[in-house]
């Protein structure tokens, strides 16, 4: 059982160039989530998406744009990196919006550099 | 703002002791709250949850209590093993529609 799986696990981005971090869940849920994580910062939400065709803004979510294909995928695009976006960014997923409790189910993370 | 601080030192504490672990926050009431666990290099995994409306929550070596009038939650791991060490992190929704996190606590048990 895959869960939440994350591509591509490492990339390195020059100043300015775009990039599209792909996520897929395989637990039919509703809600899907972008975090990123740096050092000292804790997990701050970019983008989310309480069920599919829905997408809405996080505490972080200027440079960055979403997209929930369909059920299963969510991606998160970033037109022009800074090196400010090098992180560590997880895709998350629960089974309905978590105002209504629901536990997050975390893919292993996309490490990105941008020089 | 909504803030979440969990003690960014680590805690460090020899096997079999009882590990406890703080997360406290400000400016808002949160309706429930939740515990992670983190490896290093890895997602954040699912361990608890607790409600406003409970003190204690019991997961097999795991306890977690939650005081609303103090603004904190207390995180324990009881006979504590070297596998225990990582990083936990709390959770709780913001206004119902954001879940937050801290920072993290990061746990050495050694043996």
């Known amino acids: 059982n895959a869960g939440v799986t994350q591509t591509p696990k490492f990339q390195v981005l020059k100043t300015g160039q775009s990039m599209t971090l792909q996520c897929a869940q395989d637990m039919n849920h509703n809600s899907m989530y972008w975090y990123r994580q740096d050092p000292g910062m804790g997990l701050r939400l970019i983008y989310y998406?309480?069920?599919?065709?829905?997408?809405d803004k996080g505490e972080v979510p200027n440079g960055y744009n979403v997209s929930r294909l369909n059920k299963r995928e969510f991606s998160l695009r970033l037109e022009s990196a800074a090196p400010s976006q090098t992180s560590v960014y997880f895709c998350?997923?629960?089974?309905?919006?978590?105002?209504?409790?629901?536990?997050?189910?975390f893919g292993e993370g996309s490490r990105l550099t941008v020089l | 703002s909504q803030k979440i601080e969990q003690n960014s030192e680590a805690l460090n504490i020899q096997e079999g002791k009882t590990a406890t672990l703080t997360c406290n926050y400000t400016n808002y009431s949160p309706a429930y709250l939740q515990w992670y666990r983190q490896d290093p290099g890895r997602g954040p995994v699912f361990l608890l949850l607790?409600?406003?409306?409970?003190k204690e929550k019991r997961k097999e070596r795991l306890k977690v209590t939650f005081d609303t009038t103090l603004k904190q939650s207390l995180f324990h791991i009881t006979a504590s093993q070297p596998a225990d060490s990582a990083t936990y992190l709390c959770a709780l929704d913001v206004a119902g529609n954001m879940l937050t996190f801290g920072g993290g606590t990061r746990l050495m048990v050694k043996p």
């Open positions: 607790i409600r406003e409306n409970e």
């Open positions: 998350a997923s629960s089974e309905n919006w978590v105002g209504n409790t629901g536990e997050l189910f």
């Open positions: 998406s309480a069920s599919e065709g829905t997408t």
